[in-house]
């Protein structure tokens, strides 16, 4: 549907352009990942950038407690742990 990119002078910085950023986005009609990144740009393995191409994979709290509590698809999840994988 759409990409979105910050920039900022800082790490904090772009992290609080882009969550601001996702609190304004308005998409109607679909389920979008947004809550999912959300969570992401908050954890703070993401905050402190101390994390690698598999993190994603080996946080229980985001395979499981994450997709059930913001009904995040199945393919929507393979598909954004198969970008974080190539990224």
Known sequence: VCKL???GR??????????????????????TTIPLHKKLLSHKKFINSDFNVS?????????SILRAKHHIPDDQMELLMGLMKTS
């Open 5 to 7: 990119i910050c920039h």
């Open 55 to 63: 993190w994603l994979d080996k946080e229980l709290y985001f395979n």
């Open 10 to 31: 800082n790490r904090t910085e772009a992290i609080q352009r882009m969550n601001r950023s996702l609190d304004e986005f308005v998409i109607e009609g679909i389920i």
